[in-house]
């Protein structure tokens, strides 16, 4: 069992930048890759980026690409999502995952259902 908190969320302008972080409960946090998800008002959950078990891959969605970045502490059982030049399309509540995904290539980790277990979730704001 996982349980993940969400934290770092907040109003920013565009152009600003905020960390998101997701503290992870266990002692396995190690062996899950996590992944970051938002869902924006009316819109379906869509994937953001994602780091495997090791931290050594990281894979993103094309929309934020160069201005995000996700890593990850395994000693502090907690995974970051850095979000730069934030506009007002990045507006969402944020998600982080876990999931035990040992594929090779992008596309599981891009995908919802292969992550067992899920944060609150934590609200994300862009005045333009």
């Known amino acids: 069992q996982v349980q993940l908190v969400e934290s770092g969320g907040g109003l920013v302008q565009a152009g600003g930048s905020l960390r998101l972080s997701c503290a992870a409960s266990?002692?396995?946090?190690?062996?899950?890759?996590m992944g970051w998800f938002r869902q924006a008002p009316g819109k379906e959950r869509e994937f953001v980026g994602a780091?495997?078990?090791?931290?050594?891959?990281?894979y993103y969605a094309d929309s934020v690409k160069g201005r995000f970045t996700i890593s990850r502490d395994n000693a502090k059982n907690t995974v970051y999502l850095q979000m730069n030049s934030l506009n007002p399309e990045d507006t969402a509540v944020y998600y982080c995952?876990?999931?035990?995904?040992?594929?090779?290539?992008?596309?599981?980790?891009?995908?919802?259902?292969?992550?067992?277990?899920w944060g609150q979730g934590t609200q994300v704001t862009v005045s333009s």
């Open positions: 995952a876990a999931g035990l995904l040992y594929y090779s290539g992008s596309y599981y980790y891009k995908q919802a259902a292969p992550y067992d277990y």
């Open positions: 266990g002692r396995t946090f190690s062996t899950y890759a």
């Open positions: 780091i495997s078990w090791s931290g050594t891959n990281t």
